[in-house]
């Protein structure tokens, strides 16, 4: 089964405004232990990010003016107007990098992880068609999706595998699954069966990698006669 962000967010979000003030938001991190916090808007919409970088960003810019540039942020690319406003921010408006990367709670968490990685945060507000905030997804919630038992994993497989694959007979298909890694065995009808019944095992979450050792009753794979027959007693005869 594949899980999606609505399933492993937060929804108690600590957020700010755009007038919360630079010690205020030092202090809702350091009094929630966490590492950053969406800004939002009157309407709940999200402006902005704010992260600990941004907070020592900031104080080193008002502590040792022009050195600045010399910080590189691993996260969002500062521009040089960004740099500037840093360096006399005072709200959460002038600390918080833009624009957010969001997701909604429909998408696949496999999906938000990438995301992360592709923009190098540690978070992600999740908003709703309206795109206000409704939670937040951090890596620590992505990563106890895929933080599984191998039972739990096999589990999910076989319940995919009855489900997408019509009407497949009960044990057609033996699971096993050790370190994420799922093996696949057992005799299916078809041969074009065996290629769909690997994808919908890639798609379980907690899945590393996938054996294959399924076998087949049918080639389904190759045409048969191009022409077409009919049927004399026992014998199937192309038609003239």
Same mark, same amino acid.
């Given at each position: +089964?594949?899980?999606?962000?609505?399933?492993? +967010?937060?929804?108690?979000?600590? %957020?700010? #405004?755009?007038?919360?003030?630079?010690?205020?938001?030092?202090?809702?991190?350091? =009094?929630?232990?966490?590492?950053?916090?969406?800004?939002?808007?009157?309407?709940?919409?999200?402006?902005?990010?704010?992260?600990?970088?941004?907070?020592? &960003?900031? =104080?080193? !810019?008002?502590?040792?003016?022009?050195?600045?540039?010399?910080? #590189?942020?691993?996260?969002?690319?500062?521009?040089? #107007?960004?740099?500037?406003?840093?360096?006399? !921010?005072?709200?959460?408006?002038?600390?918080?990098?833009?624009?957010?990367?969001?997701?909604?709670?429909? =998408?696949?968490?496999?999906?938000?992880?990438?995301? +992360?990685?592709?923009?190098?945060?540690?978070?992600?507000?999740?908003?709703?068609?309206?795109?206000?905030?409704?939670?937040?997804?951090?890596?620590?919630? $992505?990563?106890?999706?895929?933080? #599984?038992? *191998?039972?739990?994993?096999? @589990?999910?497989? $076989?319940?995919?595998?009855?489900?997408?694959?019509?009407? $497949?007979?009960? &044990?057609?298909?033996?699971?096993?699954?050790?370190?994420? +890694?799922?093996?696949? %065995?057992?005799?299916?009808?078809?041969?074009? *069966?065996?290629?769909?019944?690997?994808? @919908?095992?890639?798609?379980?979450?907690?899945?590393?990698?996938?054996?294959?050792? $399924?076998?087949?009753?049918?080639?389904?794979?190759?045409?048969?006669?191009?022409?077409?027959?009919?049927?004399?007693? &026992?014998?199937?005869?192309?038609?003239?």
């Amino acid at each position: +089964m594949t899980r999606i962000v609505g399933e492993v +967010m937060t929804r108690e979000v600590v %957020e700010a #405004r755009r007038e919360t003030s630079f010690k205020n938001v030092a202090r809702l991190l350091d =009094q929630h232990r966490i590492s950053g916090l969406p800004v939002v808007d009157d309407d709940d919409k999200v402006l902005g990010v704010i992260s600990e970088t941004d907070l020592i &960003h900031g =104080q080193v !810019a008002r502590s040792v003016p022009g050195r600045v540039r010399r910080f #590189r942020v691993p996260a969002l690319r500062r521009s040089a #107007r960004h740099a500037a406003a840093v360096a006399r !921010a005072t709200t959460a408006e002038d600390l918080m990098s833009t624009p957010a990367i969001t997701v909604h709670p429909e =998408q696949p968490v496999a999906d938000a992880a990438r995301v +992360m990685e592709r923009h190098h945060v540690e978070r992600l507000p999740v908003v709703d068609e309206e795109d206000r905030l409704i939670g937040i997804a951090t890596r620590r919630d $992505l990563l106890r999706v895929f933080v #599984r038992t *191998d039972e739990e994993i096999r @589990q999910d497989v $076989l319940d995919v595998l009855t489900r997408t694959m019509g009407s $497949l007979p009960p &044990h057609t298909v033996i699971v096993s699954v050790g370190d994420g +890694m799922a093996t696949l %065995e057992g005799r299916l009808e078809l041969r074009s *069966d065996i290629p769909q019944a690997v994808r @919908q095992t890639w798609r379980v979450d907690g899945v590393v990698g996938v054996v294959n050792s $399924l076998t087949f009753r049918i080639d389904d794979t190759h045409p048969r006669e191009k022409h077409p027959s009919r049927r004399i007693g &026992h014998y199937w005869l192309p038609e003239r």
